[in-house]
């Protein structure tokens, strides 16, 4: 018999964060990201909305030894392809590859070291996977649509890669998308982004900060100057004075 095992203690984890950017992208203030990325506020909401509601629909059996869920491998693979083309004319597809390969490369790793068994362990597992993927986005990607692209389908292609390995060595069954892939995945897309958005403005507030000292200090140098300037000139003044009083 076939079993999620775990799915359901993780989605609401998921759907909490799903449903703040759902709502924040209903009212605009996550418009300037997907803005920034290439994908119109409309598709970005009805992406969010598509991920929502397949994180309750059941997974699709295949055969009697496989299963593939719609919140956790077909809605994510669908957003995948849509952020790999617009990267592709962004011509940042080669960042996304290299983000996919390594976040993939820490599911992997995370997924084999807390094979998901138990509650406790889907838990960790869970979260392991979403948080080190989420940090390894943004180190690989170092871009929005990098950083989301690794996020999204790097769990993607290690869930792939981990139920192959499970399949081979325990003779496990298919499960893409499953054993809590789902939440997995929105924590390293959320985390990801919000660590470049944070390391962003840090920059932001640093060169801004760095340029109104070269300001202040052009602007004293210039004061100085001009100061200088009429002091010369008011000794050039009295020296010619001086002359034409001896006269």
């Known amino acids: 018999m076939l079993k999620g095992g775990g799915n359901f ?28 990325i290439g994908i119109p506020a409309w598709l970005a909401f009805v992406l969010l909305l598509a991920f929502v509601v397949g994180a309750v629909v059941p997974e699709i059996p295949i055969g009697t030894r496989a299963a593939i869920s719609v919140g956790g491998f077909i809605i994510p693979a669908a957003f995948l392809v849509i952020l790999f083309s617009v990267s592709r004319a962004k ?6 590859v290299m983000s996919i390969l390594a976040v993939a490369g820490v599911t992997v790793a995370a997924r084999m070291l807390l094979r998901p068994e138990t509650d406790g ?3 960790a597992a869970m979260a392991v996977t979403g948080i080190l993927g989420g940090v390894m986005a943004y180190l690989a990607g170092g871009t929005r649509l990098a950083t989301l692209s690794g996020a999204v389908g790097g769990i993607i292609l290690g869930d792939i890669a981990n139920n192959l390995i499970f399949r081979y060595l325990y003779g496990s069954d298919i499960m893409l998308g499953t054993r809590g892939v789902f939440d997995s995945i929105i924590i390293a897309a959320v985390l990801g982004v919000v660590l470049l958005e944070i390391v962003e403005a840090i920059k932001r ?15 004293a140098a210039e ?25």
Not at 91 to 96: E, G, T
Not at 205 to 212: G, R
């Open 9 to 36: 203690f993780m989605i609401p984890v998921g759907l909490i964060l799903l449903s703040v950017l759902a709502v924040l992208t209903f009212f605009g203030v996550s418009e300037r990201f997907f803005r920034k």
């Open 91 to 96: 011509k940042d597809a080669l960042r996304a």
């Open 121 to 123: 362990l889907f838990l």
């Open 205 to 219: 507030a640093t060169a801004e900060k760095n340029l109104a000292s070269t300001v202040l200090k052009t602007e």
């Open 223 to 247: 004061d100085a100057q001009f100061s200088k300037s009429r002091e010369e000139l008011a000794e050039e003044e009295e020296f010619k004075g001086y002359f034409e009083d001896g006269e």
